[in-house]
């Protein structure tokens, strides 16, 4: 979910609730409530009823207040935004109007260090947005040297994971690494930083919080989760931080908006109707004002389509990276 400022506006806010367009008797889900920024916006249109959705129980807390105030018209529920087609039928919606999510690591998450998301404060290697499955150190602790390598090269794009992966193994012999000073030293002296450079461990750490709370098998599951819940006309719009979540989304709205044709070696293939029509044909970026005043909304991006009247597309086999289960037991 995007960093949120102290009046909790969401990264874009603006950008994304006039492409989401809120009307009268509509109904949406926030399916990255964070601090509630977009629900915020989208409730300042009379008439209108939000579901919020969020994996992180604080966030979820933090939000009743909001609940109150909205006189019914907001609904908050604890559960991963992958599932928001099963929150929708719950809450009694078959349809809904439009869906705005926001992906990755919130500032409320970075910047408490229980949390263990962040180098630059020590606290115990955790790095879970919710409240189950393995920590970061319990990754780092059960995860071979092949398999870190791996976790570290294609969440982290970082170009040492080798290295790192090793001093990870050999480091562990010795103590077992559990809080998030601990790990950050341990990269630094593998990775070098000059100067004005990221931190040495941003890739790293980037890498093992995607991977614990599984974000792009989440995001890949939301997204196509959204095309079956919104009803003709209604609107998907996305915001992502870095690359990995971009082309994501970026392609998942290609393959919608586009009509698959045949081949003259499968000229009887069906051709699928495109599901979403792109309202965004570049991503929006977030302007100098917002960056001066969150650095950490420099690197965001909005992509936003509208549903049309054609069936749901069937998902394909999904991407044969290392997975959380598959590391947890050893296979």
């Given at each position: 979910?995007?960093?949120?400022?102290?009046?909790?506006?969401?990264?874009?806010?603006?950008?994304?609730?006039?492409?989401?367009?809120?009307?009268?008797?509509?109904?949406?889900?926030?399916?990255?409530?964070?601090a509630g920024g977009y629900s915020r916006?989208?409730?300042?249109?009379?008439?209108?009823?939000?579901?919020?959705?969020?994996?992180?129980?604080?966030?979820?807390?933090?939000?009743?207040?909001?609940?109150?105030?909205?006189?019914?018209?907001?609904?908050?529920?604890?559960?991963?935004?992958?599932?928001?087609?099963?929150?929708?039928?719950?809450?009694?919606?078959?349809?809904?109007?439009?869906?705005?999510?926001?992906?990755?690591?919130?500032?409320?998450?970075?910047?408490?260090?229980?949390?263990?998301?962040?180098?630059?404060?020590?606290?115990?290697?955790?790095?879970?947005?919710?409240?189950?499955?393995?920590?970061?150190?319990?990754?780092?602790?059960?995860?071979?040297?092949?398999?870190?390598?791996?976790?570290?090269?294609?969440?982290?794009?970082?170009?040492?994971?080798?290295g790192v992966a090793r001093a990870i193994?050999?480091?562990?012999?010795?103590?077992?690494?559990?809080?998030?000073?601990?790990?950050?030293?341990?990269?630094?002296?593998?990775?070098?930083?000059?100067?004005?450079?990221?931190?040495?461990?941003?890739?790293?750490?980037?890498?093992?919080?995607?991977?614990?709370?599984?974000?792009?098998?989440?995001?890949?599951?939301?997204?196509?989760?959204?095309?079956?819940?919104?009803?003709?006309?209604?609107?998907?719009?996305?915001?992502?931080?870095?690359?990995?979540?971009?082309?994501?989304?970026?392609?998942?709205?290609?393959?919608?908006?586009?009509?698959?044709?045949?081949?003259?070696?499968?000229?009887?293939?069906?051709?699928?109707?495109?599901?979403?029509?792109?309202?965004?044909?570049?991503?929006?970026?977030?302007?100098?004002?917002?960056?001066?005043?969150?650095?950490?909304?420099?690197?965001?991006?909005?992509?936003?389509?509208?549903?049309?009247?054609?069936?749901?597309?069937?998902?394909?086999?999904?991407?044969?990276?290392?997975?959380?289960?598959?590391?947890?037991?050893?296979?």
């Amino acid at each position: 979910m995007s960093p949120a400022g102290p009046s909790h506006l969401s990264v874009l806010s603006r950008e994304a609730v006039e492409l989401l367009g809120p009307r009268d008797g509509g109904v949406y889900v926030d399916a990255t409530f964070g601090a509630g920024g977009y629900s915020r916006m989208i409730l300042g249109t009379p008439g209108t009823r939000v579901v919020g959705v969020d994996r992180d129980r604080t966030a979820i807390a933090g939000g009743f207040e909001l609940v109150d105030r909205s006189e019914g018209r907001l609904t908050l529920v604890e559960d991963r935004f992958s599932h928001l087609a099963d929150v929708c039928a719950a809450e009694g919606l078959a349809t809904v109007d439009g869906v705005v999510m926001d992906v990755g690591v919130s500032s409320m998450q970075l910047d408490e260090a229980g949390r263990g998301f962040s180098f630059r404060l020590d606290g115990p290697l955790d790095m879970r947005m919710g409240q189950d499955g393995p920590t970061a150190a319990d990754v780092i602790a059960r995860a071979s040297e092949a398999e870190l390598a791996d976790i570290i090269y294609i969440f982290g794009e970082e170009r040492h994971s080798r290295g790192v992966a090793r001093a990870i193994v050999a480091g562990r012999k010795d103590k077992p690494i559990t809080t998030t000073r601990a790990l950050a030293d341990l990269v630094a002296r593998v990775v070098r930083a000059k100067p004005n450079e990221i931190h040495p461990a941003t890739r790293t750490f980037q890498a093992l919080r995607i991977f614990v709370n599984e974000e792009l098998d989440e995001l890949q599951l939301a997204l196509a989760a959204a095309e079956r819940v919104l009803k003709p006309g209604g609107r998907l719009v996305v915001v992502s931080f870095h690359s990995l979540e971009d082309r994501i989304v970026k392609n998942f709205f290609n393959e919608r908006s586009k009509t698959a044709g045949g081949s003259r070696h499968l000229p009887e293939m069906a051709r699928a109707e495109p599901s979403f029509r792109l309202l965004t044909k570049r991503p929006l970026a977030p302007g100098d004002d917002e960056i001066a005043a969150n650095p950490r909304a420099r690197s965001a991006k909005l992509r936003a389509a509208e549903r049309t009247g054609a069936a749901a597309h069937s998902s394909g086999a999904p991407p044969a990276w290392p997975r959380l289960a598959d590391v947890m037991r050893g296979g």
